[in-house]
């Protein structure tokens, strides 16, 4: 059964600092893996999409990191803004188990200004 | 509509009661899937419909939850003899593409039905 853990639970970190989101899964054999971002009250934004084939996707200040092997994924932000607070999400489809959307538990993010 | 849209937004039910939460995907969207949110957790998948056909209900936790989409577009989710442990966000989600190629693209989310049972 896939599970996804995401490291640390919550992060506090002043404005302007760089700073890496982890995100790990036990099974391999996935077809993507997507990171999201939610606030409170509200629904989720996606923020970046990778399919299994590839090691990474930038957007912006974002940059997201697929080992495969190793069962992680790795969200970088930089230049963190007060904006960037959020709950951020780490989520995999499986090739097995119905294809099912397997989300973390998240990273509850403050940038504090 | 430019998003997706859920309604109501909260819902307070007695216990034992029948709840119905309504998803609006954004039009044209092939893939649609429900999800249940538990404070300070991440979603868990319910169910998957492509298009009017639910492919995928194993994540329903029992059988008094029941998801509809009979014509392709709007889609209900129904709670029978609501549960205390029913009380949680419920997301309804979109993705462009069905079958395989929906579940592996962007999914884009409603603001979700913060159901509270008493």
């Known amino acids: 059964k896939q599970e996804v853990t995401q490291i640390p639970a919550a992060l506090s970190v002043p404005e302007g600092e760089n700073l890496v989101l982890n995100c790990s899964f036990t099974d391999s054999a996935i077809y993507n893996l997507q990171w999201f971002r939610q606030d409170p009250g509200k629904g989720l934004t996606s923020l970046l999409l990778?399919?299994?084939?590839?090691r990474e996707q930038t957007s912006g200040r974002l940059n997201a990191s697929l080992d495969k092997s190793s069962g992680r994924s790795t969200l970088y932000i930089a230049a963190s803004q007060p904006g960037d607070s959020a709950t951020y999400l780490c989520?995999?489809?499986?090739?097995?188990?119905?294809?099912?959307?397997?989300f973390g538990a998240g990273t509850r993010l403050f940038v504090k200004a | 509509g430019a998003g997706v849209s859920q309604s109501p937004r909260y819902k307070v039910a007695k216990r034992g009661q029948d709840v119905a939460l309504r998803c609006d995907p954004i039009s044209g969207h092939v893939s649609l899937f429900w999800y249940q949110q538990a404070l300070g957790q991440g979603p868990e998948f319910l169910t998957y419909f492509q298009n009017e056909a639910q492919l995928d209900k194993s994540g329903l936790p029992s059988d008094r939850f029941f998801a509809e989409r009979p014509e392709g577009s709007v889609s209900t989710l129904k709670i029978q003899r609501t549960q205390q442990e029913d009380s949680a966000v419920y997301l309804c989600?979109?993705?462009?593409?069905?079958?395989?190629?929906?579940?592996?693209?962007?999914?884009?989310f409603g603001p979700g039905t913060r159901l509270l049972v008493l």
């Open positions: 990778i399919q299994s084939s590839q």
């Open positions: 989600a979109s993705s462009l593409g069905g079958g395989r190629q929906g579940w592996g693209e962007t999914q884009y």
């Open positions: 989520a995999v489809i499986g090739l097995t188990g119905g294809f099912k959307t397997i």
